[in-house]
């Protein structure tokens, strides 16, 4: 969506009364803009908020479409994209006595782009990322990055790179002086840094934390200060390991959503590479999913079409595996499988909607059911 | 408190580096610390310590105002160092110029320098409060009178000094010690020995506080000293006894240089220097134009004496020295023996003990007990501890003397720091940087062979460093460095390389400077080329804040080649 069009888009949130949705795109909108003046606006707003806990949704509602407002006669120029980000062709890097090897590894990421990195533990993920973000190297293959000849050395080009590992490191001192000081290292000086700070932390719920010290944040809270840093480091691509981990599933949807809504800035695109354990919630999300196993790749993509006959099902039951197979033998390839706490039922000559009718006219009991057929979970439960 | 924080952001927001350097505030803490220090010395300075401190110079080093000094900077650089360690820029991968480390060095330079300005600034308060006990020209009065009526006080105890002579006959009766017939023979044979030391050009004496003569002898001397056994202190004593062989070889020197062939002339001054006590401020008397002074007195004015003596009698009392000096008695007896005192010599046996050799003891017994006397151990003490101390308070010796010779080391550290930065982000400049470490290890190895002194544990030290920075250049060159090696050979050669500098520049000193940096007593020579003219416990305690310094410093620089 261009910049332009985003406005409107706004607007229709608020319309429809999903207001986060709409604050977090007005925010974006805002941020995009880079407009010092828009950002002292929504900083009064947050302020204003605070001040007056008791104020109506309509008195919020106005304020925010005020800026709306301004936002619509702003006029900018849209960031040119680029082909690719980083691409990588059979990339292999094996350690030492044979222990493990990933690879060979090919893929590229475009800005805007999301791609998921699952698997099982022990499988590869962190170290394709570590090697991504230049802190271990590889033993074969290519690895390109479209701005490299601008960087005199490997710490240069890690400036732009921005990798958060599954444990973040400690802060030290109030989370505002952190951002600030990682903002000027950026170039944001002067009162522009001030504002760009509030808005970060605006955007990343960290307002009314402002003052607190790292340690005093809980976990989910780290992890949007992580990205309130990463993202006034304005990385071309953002490599994340495991950033769901520690976060329940409300905080993992709001950083995913944050994480989508961040890459797909219509300003300024970035391509973000992220690893999790959180199957379905990725897969919702990203682009691309890629499946590693013993440090093999598997594209999500790829596999589906290769694969994309055969239906996958997770079926949580009260009934026994008799009763089940009773009511599917008229399904002629049926393979029934059970994990000690759901079945994996799998065909190729019929899909989802076929199983779950024989399950419901054979009078089984069904408490959790899902078509996994697309999601990299059947790699998971398959051989 | 609002303004603080607004000064805070704006460096946050403008100056990062300054921000997070705390190099303002660390400015401020040093400054803070030589205003407390200060205070201290003005505190610390009074009469009573004037007259007892054996040298009011080391109170700082003596008592526990170092050790106050040392932990407060090593609190301040832990707790900047673990400051400055956290989320720092380097270590987070955030943009940085090419001259940040450059520029940080710089920024902690002058927190650093003003914080090793602590021990001048103590000193200053002493100055000061000096200044109020006692003015220049009280000083100076004190001065005159106590050289003027030195040789005509009767004192209790064996040393006698001028007055054991007999007057007017100038010097005839030469004192007696121990070694004194070797005097006589190579007094006799001084010509012969003269010749053998024509060559002795760099021989030299410099006038130090108030024209008091200290001997500094220019390496070759100091070379022939040594042979028998003996160095100077910093300050220019002996301590300790000469062989015969030197013994004879500093008489001829000061024959030849200070007595216009008259051997006797100065063979009290050098026979006491040696072999008692070697606080040259008893020796003002013996200066030629006093003592002329002093004979004019004996022969044509006697009554000068007895004013002198009330002048000395009404000053002491004026700086509380206890005495029971009585001038009239004393002049009395003077005169009644026409300014002959008798001789009483003592020889020194080998435990350390002595005994009367020959005089009138009974006779001086008799005047001491009637007149008791003047008591040398307080009150000449206390007198010429108040005297040498005020000149010392007044001409700051410590500053320019030793403050200036440990800021050029610190300045020499600030330099190695400069230069090890020089290094970063060029691996050429790195490979480049060992071999030539190596080369002044080898040059520094060969400069300690040719010093005049020599110490196997130092000695040991330089080739070690040697050897490593010419091992890591080595496998450097031949690309033998895995990284894991080449972190600790860097992380080594920071706590190495300033201590091997500092050894280098301490041996250079000694080779081509007037000052050593040893003491001499009964265990031998002991040399400590890189420290501060301390013992070695304080030079661990001082090398330690450098050390710490270095550590934090490069600390970041370590996380920075070990991620690269």
């Given at each position: 969506m261009v910049l332009q069009q985003r406005p409107q888009e706004i607007r229709e949130h608020f319309a429809h009364k999903d207001f986060d949705l709409a604050y977090s795109t007005l925010l974006d909108c805002v941020l995009d803009s880079e407009n010092l003046a828009l950002f002292e606006r929504i900083i009064a707003n947050e302020h204003w908020k605070e001040q007056h806990p008791e104020h109506t949704s309509e008195d919020w509602l106005q304020k925010c479409e005020a800026i709306v407002d301004a936002l619509e006669e702003l006029h900018l120029p849209e960031k040119r994209r680029n082909e690719f980000l980083l691409n990588c062709e059979r990339l292999v890097k094996t350690y030492p006595r044979g222990a493990f090897k990933l690879g060979p590894i090919s893929f590229s990421i475009?800005?805007?782009?999301?791609?998921?990195?699952?698997?099982?533990?022990?499988?590869?993920?962190?170290?394709?990322?570590?090697?991504?973000?230049?802190?271990?190297?590889?033993?074969?293959?290519?690895?390109?990055?479209?701005?490299?000849?601008?960087?005199?050395?490997?710490?240069?080009?890690?400036?732009?790179?921005?990798?958060?590992?599954?444990?973040?490191q400690k802060w030290y001192g109030k989370i505002r002086t952190n951002l600030r000081f990682c903002a000027t290292h950026y170039g944001i000086m002067g009162r522009h840094n001030e504002l760009l700070?509030?808005?970060?932390?605006?955007?990343?719920?960290?307002?009314?934390?402002?003052?607190?010290?790292?340690?005093?944040?809980?976990?989910?809270?780290?992890?949007?200060?992580?990205?309130?840093?990463?993202?006034?480091?304005?990385?071309?691509?953002?490599?994340?390991?495991?950033?769901?981990?520690?976060?329940?599933?409300?905080?993992?949807?709001?950083?995913?959503?944050?994480?989508?809504?961040?890459?797909?800035?219509?300003?300024?695109?970035?391509?973000?590479?992220?690893?999790?354990?959180?199957?379905?919630?990725?897969?919702?999300?990203?682009?691309?999913?890629?499946?590693?196993?013993?440090?093999?790749?598997?594209?999500?993509?790829?596999?589906?079409?290769?694969?994309?006959?055969k239906c996958f099902i997770e079926l949580e039951t009260t009934a026994n595996r008799e009763a089940i197979h009773t009511v599917l033998s008229a399904i002629a390839d049926v393979e029934i499988h059970f994990n000690g706490g759901m079945y994996v039922i799998s065909s190729a000559s019929t899909n989802a909607n076929g199983i779950l009718e024989k399950l419901i006219v054979g009078h089984v009991p069904v408490n959790y059911f899902r078509d996994i057929s697309g999601s990299s979970k059947r790699f998971f439960v398959s051989n | 408190m609002n303004t603080y924080k607004k000064f805070s952001t704006y460096l946050l927001t403008h100056q990062p580096?300054?921000?997070?350097?705390?190099?303002?505030?660390?400015?401020?803490?040093?400054?803070?610390?030589?205003?407390?220090?200060?205070?201290?010395?003005?505190?610390?300075?009074?009469?009573?310590?004037?007259?007892?401190?054996?040298?009011?110079?080391?109170?700082?080093?003596?008592?526990?105002f170092s050790l106050f000094w040392i932990i407060s900077g090593i609190i301040i650089l832990i707790i900047w160092g673990a400051y400055f360690y956290r989320n720092n820029a380097a270590k987070n991968f955030y943009p940085i110029s090419r001259w940040y480390f450059h520029k940080l060095a710089v920024l902690l330079f002058i927190p650093a320098l003003i914080y090793f300005m602590v021990p001048f600034s103590f000193f200053r308060g002493v100055t000061h409060q000096t200044q109020q006990i006692i003015s220049k020209k009280t000083l100076f009065d004190l001065e005159y009178n106590y050289v003027h009526a030195r040789p005509f006080l009767i004192c209790q105890t064996a040393d006698?000094?001028?007055?054991?002579?007999?007057?007017?006959?100038?010097?005839?009766?030469?004192?007696?010690?121990?070694?004194?017939?070797?005097?006589?023979?190579?007094?006799?044979?001084?010509?012969?020995?003269?010749?053998?030391?024509?060559?002795?050009?760099?021989?030299?004496?410099?006038?130090?506080?108030?024209?008091?003569?200290?001997?500094?002898?220019?390496?070759?001397?100091?070379?022939?000293?040594?042979?028998?056994?003996?160095?100077?202190?910093?300050?220019?004593?002996?301590?300790?006894?000469?062989?015969?062989?030197?013994?004879?070889?500093?008489?001829?020197?000061h024959v030849k240089n200070f007595s216009n062939g008259e051997f006797l002339n100065n063979i009290q001054y050098t026979s006491t220097r040696f072999f008692g006590d070697y606080d040259y401020e008893e020796f003002y008397f013996l200066k030629d134009s006093i003592l002329t002074k002093i004979h004019n007195w004996i022969d044509n004015e006697p009554s000068k004496i007895l004013e002198t003596l009330n002048?000395?009698?009404?000053?002491?009392?004026?700086?509380?020295?206890?005495?029971?000096?009585?001038?009239?008695?004393?002049?009395?007896?003077?005169?009644?023996?026409?300014?002959?005192?008798?001789?009483?010599?003592?020889?020194?046996?080998s435990n350390g003990g002595s005994y009367y050799l020959e005089g009138d003891v009974d006779d001086l017994q008799t005047v001491n007990e009637k007149m008791r006397g003047f008591s040398q151990s307080v009150a000449f003490d206390d007198l010429q501890n108040l005297i040498k101390n005020a000149n010392n308070a007044y001409h700051a010796p410590f500053f320019y003397d030793q403050f200036l010779k440990y800021l050029f080391r610190f300045l020499a550290l600030a330099g190695v720091l400069l230069l090890l930065y020089f290094e970063w982000g060029s691996i050429l400049a790195f490979v480049i940087s060992i071999p030539v470490a190596g080369a002044f290890?080898?040059?520094?190895?060969?400069?300690?062979?040719?010093?005049?002194?020599?110490?196997?544990?130092?000695?040991?030290?330089?080739?070690?460093?040697?050897?490593?920075?010419?091992?890591?250049?080595?496998?450097?060159?031949?690309?033998?460095?895995?990284?894991?090696v080449g972190n600790i050979a860097i992380t080594l050669s920071y706590f190495m390389f300033p201590l091997w500098v500092l050894i280098i520049l301490g041996y250079i000193q000694v080779a081509f400077s007037y000052y050593d940096y040893g003491t001499c007593d009964a265990y031998g020579v002991t040399v400590y080329p890189f420290e501060f003219n301390a013992e070695p416990v304080s030079t661990i305690l001082l090398y330690a804040p450098f050390v710490l310094f270095f550590i934090s410093l490069f600390a970041v620089k370590k996380v920075l080649a070990k991620k690269e």
């Open positions: 475009r800005p805007g782009q999301l791609i998921g990195l699952v698997g099982e533990n022990g499988n590869g993920k962190t170290t394709l990322l570590r090697i991504l973000a230049k802190e271990i190297g590889y033993d074969e293959g290519d690895l390109h990055y479209h701005n490299e000849g601008d960087f005199q050395n490997d710490y240069d080009h890690r400036t732009k790179l921005v990798y958060i590992p599954q444990r973040t700070v509030e808005m970060m932390m605006i955007r990343f719920g960290l307002f009314k934390f402002r003052d607190l010290n790292w340690s005093e944040l809980s976990s989910g809270y780290k992890m949007r200060f992580e990205l309130a840093r990463t993202f006034l480091r304005r990385p071309e691509i953002l490599l994340l390991d495991e950033p769901l981990a520690n976060l329940d599933v409300f905080a993992q949807q709001i950083v995913l959503n944050d994480l989508r809504s961040l890459a797909k800035s219509s300003y300024n695109p970035i391509g973000i590479i992220l690893s999790s354990q959180q199957l379905f919630e990725v897969e919702k999300v990203a682009d691309e999913v890629l499946f590693l196993k013993n440090g093999a790749p598997k594209l999500l993509e790829n596999e589906n079409q290769n694969a994309a006959t | 580096l300054l921000w997070h350097s705390m190099a303002i505030q660390l400015t401020l803490v040093a400054v803070l610390l030589n205003i407390l220090f200060y205070g201290m010395g003005f505190l610390r300075m009074n009469l009573f310590t004037l007259k007892n401190s054996y040298n009011i110079e080391n109170l700082f080093f003596n008592e526990t006698y000094n001028c007055v054991n002579r007999k007057f007017p006959q100038n010097y005839k009766n030469i004192d007696y010690w121990s070694s004194n017939d070797y005097y006589k023979e190579y007094y006799n044979q001084k010509n012969q020995l003269l010749n053998v030391y024509d060559h002795l050009e760099n021989a030299k004496a410099e006038p130090i506080n108030g024209g008091l003569y200290a001997y500094r002898v220019e390496s070759r001397i100091e070379t022939t000293i040594k042979n028998g056994d003996t160095c100077y202190n910093s300050r220019n004593y002996f301590v300790n006894a000469l062989t015969l062989d030197a013994l004879t070889d500093f008489h001829q020197f002048d000395f009698k009404n000053l002491i009392d004026q700086f509380e020295v206890y005495n029971t000096l009585q001038p009239d008695k004393n002049y009395e007896y003077l005169r009644a023996n026409d300014f002959i005192v008798h001789r009483r010599v003592t020889k020194q046996v290890a080898i040059l520094g190895t060969l400069l300690f062979a040719l010093a005049p002194r020599s110490d196997s544990f130092a000695l040991l030290i330089i080739v070690l460093f040697g050897a490593f920075f010419l091992v890591m250049a080595y496998l450097a060159l031949k690309g033998r460095l895995k990284p894991m």
